[in-house]
T-cell receptor, first 112, second 113 residues
Framework: DAGVTQSPTHLIKTRGQQVTLRCSPI?????VSWYQQVLGQGPQFIFQ???????GRGNFPDRFSARQFPNYSSELNVNALLLGDSALYLC???????????FGAGTRLSVL | DQQVKQNSPSLSVQEGRISILNCDYT??????FLWYKKYPAEGPTFLIS?????DKNEDGRFTVFLNKSAKHLSLHIVPSQPGDSAVYFC????????????FGAGTRLAVHP
């Protein structure tokens, strides 16, 4: 069975641009979460979606937005990119709770 | 406010010996704790977890201990193997917190022959 898949694997953008990251959860998983991991730190929670509804949001500015589609895949959008947005963005899926949360390999975003 | 702390950024252990990774938390509302392992260019991989109603959980070479009064948990790896070399993250969550995991900064474990 396929795990959590994320695309693209790497991305280079310039300041002020917009970016869309994509995630496909494990088959049967209805919950998707997004995390940002800056070098030297642990992943930081951005969003959680369950059954296409936002269920949680971390301490991130409104430039960050996300959505979940009927097939449970998800997109993370970041507008007006800043240098500080350079990070590894991780998607995680689960059946619903925090037991059995599986992560994708991430999208490495570099903002120049 | 860092609610989950891993105060040792790195740990070096000889193959065959025990590795002990530590984690402290500040929020007494946390009731579920997890350990993840991360290799370069891969996402975090779930290792082992423990509920706050237990003080120990074991899975093969991995054992997690929870001391609620001290708000401290530890991961023991016995015996350590070179393939265990990775970054280990401690994470915590609340009941009903869905997928919201709060991570520590990680400890880089190096197991040398």
């Amino acid at each position: 069975d396929a795990g959590v898949t994320q695309s693209p694997t790497h991305l280079i953008k310039t300041r002020g641009q917009q970016v869309t990251l994509r995630c496909s959860p494990i088959s049967g998983h209805k919950s998707v979460s997004w995390y940002q991991q800056v070098l030297g730190q642990g992943p930081q929670f951005i969003f959680q979606y369950y059954e296409k509804e936002e269920r949680g949001r971390g301490n991130f500015p409104d430039r960050f937005s996300a959505r979940q589609f009927p097939n449970y895949s998800s997109e993370l959008n970041v507008n007006a990119l800043l240098l500080g947005d350079s990070a590894l963005y991780l998607c995680a899926s689960s059946l619903g709770g925090t037991k059995g949360v599986y992560f994708g390999a991430g999208t490495r975003l570099s903002v120049l | 406010d860092q609610q989950v702390k891993q105060n040792s950024p790195s740990l070096s252990v000889q193959e065959g010996r025990i590795s002990i990774l530590n984690c402290d938390y500040t929020n007494s509302m946390f009731d579920y704790f997890l350990w993840y392992k991360k290799y370069p260019a891969e996402g975090p991989t779930f290792l082992i977890s423990i509920s706050s109603i237990k003080d120990k959980n074991e899975d093969g070479r991995f054992t997690v201990f929870l001391n609620k009064s001290a708000k401290h948990l530890s991961l023991h790896i016995v015996p350590s193997q070179p393939g265990d070399s990775a970054v280990y993250f401690c994470a915590a969550s609340f009941s009903g917190g869905y997928n919201k995991l709060i991570f520590g900064a990680g400890t880089r474990l190096a197991v040398h022959p």
